[in-house]
């Protein structure tokens, strides 16, 4: 069904592993079976673990997770538009959240974009509280807010580390020199308690310690282990994609015109925004998901350029034209964007459900969708080619697109050894140049 309603918020590699893991934490707990590795924090298919023994599915409490997690995002960031400037502004959120389709699209995935963004907004919303009034409460909830959002998206941290000491200092103004020190050190122990416990956050911190690299900043080209990678434009371009892509802020070049009406008096937020930017400049690699976090944040801190915008849009009589043009232009993206996300979502339950009809259960071999036959409940052992020199069986099945995947150097070795040592014969033929063999 084109408009999706069939969609159930597996897009990527990536939502398909938060669901498997969510399904086998379940099984743990029911059977203590091991619930083997995850490369991310653990909150979100935590959540849905606990949520799914109600009765309800799964990958859908995944969905509905992400779902009013937006939601609860959209609402603390009207509440800090009314702590600070007096207005719920609705239009605003509505041209630069509502109807921005990398924003919405965060709420549809089972993934934890949306949830950390939820978190992010939580903590801002108490720290501006925090600063209108120095009350403890307010830096509990600050806490509560940053330690969940930390393990739900490890992003989170360089965003808020600034503004979190902020709030520290400002909570402890009154505290003596000891105190603040014991305070100080039993955070930090603490800190390094949980650290090492999850040996999965050292190791990728240490990873991107080591790849990270300011001269990323004017790159569009990596090389990984396998591949190259291009994109559009350099790092030191993508990493403003908040303040201007049309997947995020579609009308955000008019408010580049009024950016000395931006609100530089939260200069903690812009600098924990600006170290996350520089953050996220130096890695390697582009991923528009990273926006998520930080898109809201963005938009109380540019919000006084909005006013200022349509203030003049309505002397020259064009404020109509600009919101009904905002709107339109966000709904062609939309057709662009979820036109292939749901096609790619039909692809993968096809090629699922053709898997579902092989006739034994020799392990399939496979790249790509090899984490959706697993969200779709194809039995067979399955394994990626991405796995290095793989001992192939015979009467086993390849599921694979050799022109779509030829300059991927890692899996096009394991390919080119199949083809080697067996005969392939095509046993179905997908759509898009993909096929399934089997090996003789």
């Not at 400002?170 to 505290?175: A, E, I, R």
Request: glycine share 6%.
């Amino acid at each position: 069904m084109w408009l999706g309603f069939d969609f159930n918020g597996l897009y990527g590699q990536d939502a398909h592993e938060y669901l498997r893991y969510s399904k086998a934490l379940k099984e743990f707990m029911e059977t203590g079976t091991d619930p083997g590795n995850f490369f991310w924090p653990k909150l979100f298919p935590m959540l849905g673990t606990v949520i799914g023994f109600t009765g309800i599915p799964i990958g859908f409490v995944l969905q509905l997770i992400s779902l009013f997690s937006m939601l609860g995002a959209i609402y603390f960031a009207q509440r800090c538009l009314l702590l600070l400037y007096k207005t719920s502004g609705g239009w605003y959120l509505l041209l630069a959240a509502a109807t921005q389709v990398y924003f919405v699209r965060s709420g549809l995935l089972v993934m934890s974009d949306a949830l950390a963004a939820f978190f992010v907004m939580g903590f801002v919303y108490n720290y501006l509280r925090l600063r209108r009034k120095s009350d403890f409460k307010y830096f509990i909830w600050i806490v509560l807010f940053a330690t969940a959002g930390a393990y739900t998206r490890y992003a989170v941290v360089p965003l808020i580390a600034i503004p979190l000491i902020h709030a520290a200092w400002m909570v402890t103004q009154k505290w003596n020199v000891a105190l603040r020190i014991a305070s100080g050190l039993a955070v930090i122990g603490v800190g390094c308690l949980i650290l090492f416990w999850n040996n999965k956050a050292i190791g990728l911190t240490t990873s991107i310690a080591e790849e990270w690299n300011w001269q990323h900043l004017f790159n569009r080209e990596f090389i990984f282990q396998s591949h190259k990678e291009s994109y559009w434009v350099p790092n030191g371009v993508y990493i403003w994609s908040n303040f201007a892509h049309v997947g995020y802020l579609s009308c955000g070049v008019f408010l580049l015109l009024w950016c000395r009406r931006w609100n530089f008096k939260l200069f903690f937020l812009w600098m924990g925004l600006l170290v996350y930017l520089v953050f996220l400049g130096g890695i390697g690699f582009q991923n528009q998901r990273f926006m998520v976090i930080s898109h809201l944040m963005v938009l109380i801190l540019i919000f006084p350029a909005f006013p200022a915008l349509m203030s003049w849009l309505k002397q020259q009589r064009l404020h109509w034209v600009f919101v009904a043009g905002a709107l339109v232009l966000n709904a062609a993206f939309f057709y662009y964007s979820f036109s292939k996300m749901f096609a790619m979502h039909r692809f993968e339950k096809n090629v699922a459900e053709r898997a579902l009809q092989l006739e034994d259960d020799q392990p399939i071999y496979a790249f790509y969708v090899t984490a959706s036959l697993g969200s779709y409940d194809v039995p067979n052992e399955r394994i990626d080619l991405w796995e290095k020199e793989i001992e192939f069986e015979k009467g086993g099945y390849v599921i694979f697109n050799p022109k779509q995947f030829a300059d991927n150097n890692r899996v096009m070795k394991n390919w080119e050894a199949v083809n080697r040592d067996f005969e392939l014969e095509i046993i179905d033929e997908l759509p898009e140049n993909w096929n399934i063999y089997r090996i003789q």
